[in-house]
């Protein structure tokens, strides 16, 4: 069983870098086929992608973000990490890790992922 878990801080300033690393058991982020990715839900929208490591140690953003968007693996700890820059307060979410096998997902679209952390709150005050 794959299990996934987000932390970093809860509240994060506005222009500030956003930092969240999640944290994976049960299965390694090198395992051939698998992505991992940063999924997003602000309040009252819908799920949105961020972008996502494969197996390989490639990434992949979503065009929206990509120019604030950078995430990293540690194939040592068994984690990744998303960074998100210059933050604004429309940036406030819950951010969510989450895996798919098989194929990059692309999307925020639930059914593309087979597993997924629990989420974190994060505030951006202006």
């Known amino acids: 069983q794959v299990q996934l878990r987000e932390s970093g801080p809860g509240l994060v300033n506005s222009s500030q870098t956003l930092s969240l690393t999640c944290t994976v058991s049960?299965?390694?982020?090198?395992?051939?086929?698998?992505?991992w990715s940063w999924i997003r839900q602000p309040p009252g929208k819908g799920l949105e992608w961020l972008g996502t490591?494969?197996?390989?140690?490639?990434?992949y953003y979503s065009p929206s973000l990509k120019s604030r968007t950078s995430i990293s693996g540690d194939t040592s700890e068994n984690q990744f990490t998303l960074q998100l820059s210059s933050v604004t307060p429309e940036d406030t979410a819950v951010y969510y890790c989450?895996?798919?096998?098989?194929?990059?997902?692309?999307?925020?679209?639930?059914?593309?992922?087979?597993?997924w952390g629990q989420g974190t709150q994060v505030t951006v005050s202006s």
């Open positions: 049960g299965g390694s982020i090198t395992t051939l086929s698998s992505y």
């Open positions: 989450a895996r798919s096998f098989g194929a990059l997902p692309m999307s925020g679209e639930r059914r593309k992922y087979d597993y």
């Open positions: 490591i494969a197996f390989s140690g490639y990434t």
